[in-house]
């Protein structure tokens, strides 16, 4: 039963060192390098392009516009700032705006989280990758094409709308605020439906059986358990749907009739005056910063 | 809880006959899919679980233990068959309406709520005032060594503590039934050991019915009053620990509760003059020493040791039999030590058992 053991071949030699290797060994071994070169595109990108575009509106608000040239003076000057907080029409037009945005997110939320929930709890686990593929389907498809094809929905004389509930003595809703609402809510209903479907997907199905276990109706579980876990996702969805509204201006000119939201107004005055359109384009920007601070003790940016 | 712990606790032990089952099962299937791709989880279940024991369902994972547990708590609807909690019929009634309380495999404690909160739930739900609410859950906390811990989130917790709150959040509601899906499937064996021991306690104290899920056969048989064991949706064996060791009714059974030791039909022939599939315990046999006698009631076997697994504790005989067929031998290491057992391999020997440990399966 003597065997003498053999002994373990030569270790392979290391390969020889070229400056590539010597690069790679230094970048695998210095983390500042590594850093550097994974960050420096977005970084430059986000500082020339992105944060210098912002800048640039904030202070166009601050300029004026020479009457006889139309040509911005770069002298600073609060007249814009004073003359859109002073005007109730601009009031009126936020107001408008933060209406629509709203009405919009309220029927988002009404929609998608019934369908989130079937998508995440009910559906088949086969079943639910279709599901989302065609939550996405739509925003494959042009937003002209979508808001046009809204435009032909809602008409108030041919639309498919009014067609629809003409028999039970109804017009249909035609251009104007209701139209711009259905229309938007259609257009961004997969962003609202996505972080809800994800939040809904994370919870594990035993803490609805654990709730029911524990005596709660299907409406006590919702409300006590689903509702308090998935309030972050729908917040986080709210920020795509309210923030995508605020800005939006196509859809009130397609659908809108004479309704005017604040994008129409940054519309129809950049040519002519372009520091006060920059000032009403601070507007939504506000308005979604106050929102965006409300809603970050939510954790809802968490969820994004 | 704790103070009416001893009394129900001997009452149950007093005159189990004379009360309704804690839950009767009569022929309940459970059937998944439908059209080509059905699946029989659960195939013709017969079962009464006494009022107050310890019953467990043991089984492979796949037999079908999982979705009876949930069947009673009425998570799953049966496909026929009917459900009875204490005489009745709950077959139709959806879980919050049923009063039975489960701990989950994966506790499913509530995220967003404290401990305090959790284990309230039940509660809450059921409208129970504020202070009354507070006390019970505060009392049942203490009863699993949890008194303190109310203001953390189950977060905070480590997996020994969240499996008492989830304990502790079921038992709060006192029902008639608890049912335990794995419960202790997560934790590690030292926490384990210690959790078997005090939900054992637990359930004397309380002296309510557990239906009890593990794939674990060292759990079930160190907790139960009564194993159910399962195999492809089918009940195979109810009885004791003891029972189910000792006189397992099937070859399934045998193997599954415990090493199985068959012994081939040849060797049974020749050594037991017996035909059909027998078994013998490896911890029943024994090496015989040099010199020692036989007696009327014992039977030999000679054979060849082939190998030998030393396991701290004891060593494992591997033996050869002359009449066919290979028979594990498990010794505790008295004296042995890993060196000694070595030369054991190769060597000649005479296996050495009880006559009554032998037992026929299937």
């Known amino acids: 039963m003597t065997t003498t053991l053999e002994r373990p071949p ?44 912002v800048f640039s509106l904030l202070a166009t608000a601050f300029f004026s516009v020479d009457s006889f040239t139309n040509a911005v003076v770069r002298t600073f000057t609060t007249s814009n700032i004073v003359q859109v907080f002073s005007e109730p029409a601009y009031w009126r037009a936020t107001g408008l705006t933060v209406g629509i945005a709203a009405s919009v997110t309220v029927l ?43 435009q032909s929905m809602v008409a108030p004389e041919n639309g498919v709308l009014a067609w629809f509930v003409r028999p039970f003595g109804i017009s249909g ?90 994008g129409n107004i940054v519309y129809q005055n950049y040519a002519a005056n372009l520091p006060f359109a920059a000032t009403i384009g601070l507007i939504p920007i506000i308005v979604m910063l106050i929102y965006l601070a409300l809603v970050r003790r939510t954790g809802a940016l968490e969820n994004l | 809880m704790t103070s009416q712990s001893s009394t129900t606790a001997a009452a149950a032990d007093g005159d189990r006959s004379a ?42 994972s796949g037999s079908g233990k999982t979705t009876v547990l949930r069947m009673i708590a009425g998570f799953e609807i049966s496909t026929s068959g009917t459900i009875r909690l204490g005489g009745a019929d709950v077959t139709r009634i959806p879980p919050f309406d049923r009063d039975v309380n489960t701990v989950f495999q994966d506790y499913a404690l509530f995220p967003h709520l404290t401990v305090q909160q959790n284990v309230e739930y039940g509660l809450r739900v059921k409208g129970v005032g504020k202070a009354d609410r507070r006390a019970r859950a505060s009392e049942a906390l203490a009863g699993v060594r949890l008194d303190g811990y109310g203001a953390r989130k189950p977060t905070e917790l480590s997996g020994g503590q969240r499996q008492r709150v989830a304990l502790a959040r079921a038992l709060v509601n006192r029902p008639k039934v608890l049912l335990l899906d794995e419960p202790l499937g997560a934790l590690d064996l030292k926490l384990r050991e210690e959790m078997q021991v005090e939900l054992k306690a637990l359930q004397r104290q309380v002296g309510i019915t557990f239906i009890f899920v593990t794939h674990d056969q060292e759990e079930a048989l160190t907790m139960s009053d009564r194993i159910a064991v399962f195999n492809k949706g089918r009940i195979e064996q ?87 067929g290979r028979l594990t031998v498990v010794q505790q290491n008295l004296r042995l030590s890993s060196t000694d057992v070595e030369h054991y391999r190769g060597n000649r020997t005479l296996l050495l058992w009880d006559r009554e440990h032998e037992f026929r399966v299937g």
């Open chain 1, 10 to 53: 030569e270790r392979t030699p290391l390969p020889p060192t070229t400056a590539r290797r010597r690069l790679s060994a230094f970048v695998f071994r210095s983390r500042r390098t590594r850093l550097f070169s994974l960050l420096t595109p977005p970084v430059l990108w986000l500082a020339l392009i992105y944060f210098t575009a």
């Open chain 2, 238 to 324: 109810v009885g004791s620990p003891a029972e189910v060791y000792e006189r397992p009714q099937t070859q399934f059974v045998a193997g599954f509760v415990g090493t199985s030791n068959l012994l081939t039909p040849q060797a049974a022939r020749t050594l037991l003059g017996q035909d059909g599939h027998w078994a013998v315990r490896p911890e029943k046999i024994r090496l015989l020493a040099e010199g020692e006698p036989i007696g009327p009631q014992q039977r030999s076997a000679a054979g060849t040791i082939g190998e030998v697994v030393y396991a701290g504790p004891s060593t494992r005989f591997l033996v050869d039999l002359d009449a066919g």
């Open chain 1, 108 to 150: 988002c939320i009404a929609l998608g989280l019934p369908m989130a929930f079937f998508m995440a709890k009910l559906a088949r686990r086969r079943s639910r990758g279709l599901l989302v593929a065609l939550v996405i389907t739509p925003l494959w498809a042009s937003y002209l094409v979508k808001v046009y094809a809204w």
């Open chain 1, 173 to 262: 809703p035609g251009f104007g605020t209701p139209a711009i609402v259905l229309t938007l809510a259609y257009l961004w209903l997969p962003y609202m439906i996505l972080p809800i479907y994800a939040g809904l997907e994370r919870m594990p199905d035993s803490l609805l059986d654990a709730s029911s276990d524990l005596g709660a109706r299907p409406w006590r579980t919702f409300r006590s358990v689903v509702m308090p876990l998935v309030y972050p996702s729908v917040v986080a969805g709210t920020i795509f749907t309210f923030s995508l509204s605020m800005g939006d201006y196509i859809t009130a000119q397609i659908v809108g009739g004479k309704v005017q939201m604040l």
């Open chain 2, 19 to 60: 009360r309704p089952p804690a839950v009767t099962l009569r022929g309940l299937t459970k059937v998944f899919g439908s059209g080509g791709t059905e699946v029989v989880a659960v195939d013709n279940v017969d079962l009464e679980v006494v009022d107050g024991e310890f019953l467990t369902l043991l089984g492979p």
